[in-house]
């Protein structure tokens, strides 16, 4: 199984980004997908989910900004990021896992499948 995110970069804030997290080996239609985001001397959190079903979750300091999306057909996920803030620099990592329930699709510890992070740098 891999998963691989690109499309971080720098932005001025206010500004936009997609990211996309392509993946292989696994059935992507029957798995939830999470982004997650790691800012320097701070913990992973949760910034937006979308399972199988296509039921999205998002983070309160994101909603209204971002988008969590999926194209099954092309094993991919997205995360469209509108008017960022530099407060949303940080390392993306998108995951992945089949069987989650609603309850735990926050939590980075629930997903068994993990890509290798992208940045993303909002400036001032």
């Known amino acids: 199984v891999q998963l691989q995110a690109f499309g971080g970069g720098l932005v001025q804030a206010g500004g936009s980004l997609k990211l996309s997290c392509a993946t292989s080996?696994?059935?992507?239609?029957?798995?939830?997908m999470g982004w997650f985001r790691q800012a320097p001397g701070k913990e992973r959190e949760f910034v937006a989910a979308?399972?199988?079903?296509?039921?999205?979750f998002y983070a309160d300091s994101v909603k209204g900004r971002f988008t969590i999306s999926r194209d099954n057909a092309k094993n991919t996920v997205y995360l469209q990021m509108n008017n960022l803030k530099p407060e949303d620099t940080a390392v993306y990592y998108c995951?992945?896992?089949?069987?989650?329930?609603?309850?735990?699709?926050?939590?980075?510890?629930?997903?068994?499948?993990w890509g290798q992070g992208t940045l993303v740098t909002v400036s001032s």
């Open positions: 080996g696994l059935t992507f239609s029957r798995y939830s």
């Open positions: 995951a992945g896992d089949r069987g989650l329930i609603t309850s735990s699709i926050r939590l980075a510890d629930e997903y068994d499948y």
């Open positions: 979308i399972k199988y079903s296509g039921a999205t």
